[in-house]
């Protein structure tokens, strides 16, 4: 039996990896380079200095700054990222995600979100989902992001549930390892070929929360 079903934020219950991907390039055309489209699926689910890593490679920057000028880029690039989720509201919400989340809530099934992002609680107060959640793990308190298992590890500590009671959703092949290692059953949102590393991949929300309906998964 499902206890608890813990969620991913970014490029589950909204698309603003959309939003990401457009801060990052933003980003590396100011330091002079052009990022591909593949950087999307690259930075999926990886905290905020791994993904500056990841973008600078593209420009052979890595070794050109220093590690207080990283950090400054990858604050510019959130202050980018903040100007295109500022406008956010339920609008920008998954198709799905509220009638996913209720039903959850009326089942008894535990809520919990494993997002690598610092801006999630404000996204989920944007979105007016926050009370859904019965933990929301401060990504600042993991030591090992995705793909390291501690981002949901905690997720199941907090809960007072154990992650074999727990299904783990995400958008990201880093995201899955994590849910994996962790130890909990991994769902995976978006594409098949991104998630290569996942058996049960889902085009959405609504597909997803079919799933549990018809294998009894939540009753
Ligand atoms: P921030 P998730 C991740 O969120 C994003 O997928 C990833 O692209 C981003 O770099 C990371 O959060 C950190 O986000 O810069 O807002 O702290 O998918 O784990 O919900
Ligand atoms: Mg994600």
Do not use: Q
Request: glycine share 8%; with cysteine; proline share 4%.
């Amino acid at each position: 039996p499902v206890k608890a079903v813990v969620f991913d934020l970014d490029g589950v219950l909204t698309e603003t990896s959309k939003a990401h991907f457009e801060a990052w390039k933003m980003l590396a055309s100011e330091l002079g380079f052009e990022v591909p489209d593949e950087l999307e699926d690259k930075v999926r689910g990886i905290s905020r200095l791994d993904s500056l890593e990841i973008v600078l490679t593209y420009g052979n920057l890595n070794e050109v700054y220093t590690d207080e000028e990283k950090v400054d880029l990858a604050n510019h690039k959130n202050d980018l990222y903040l100007d295109l989720i500022k406008g956010y509201t339920p609008e920008n919400l998954s198709l799905g995600a509220v009638s996913l989340l209720t039903e959850l809530r009326e089942k008894g099934i535990k809520i919990a979100l494993a997002s690598a992002s610092k801006n999630a609680p404000f996204l989920l107060e944007a979105m007016g989902i926050t009370a859904y959640f019965d933990v929301v793990v401060d990504p600042a308190s993991i030591e090992n992001g995705k793909p390291e298992p501690d981002i949901f590890l905690k997720a199941s500590e907090l809960l007072g549930i154990t992650p074999g009671y727990c299904i783990g959703v995400e958008d990201a092949y880093a995201g899955i390892e994590s849910i994996k290692a962790a130890g909990m059953t991994p769902m995976g949102i978006g594409s098949k070929t991104v998630l290569s590393n996942c058996d049960t991949v889902f085009s959405g929300l609504e597909s997803f929360h079919n799933f549990l309906l018809d294998h009894s998964i939540i009753k």
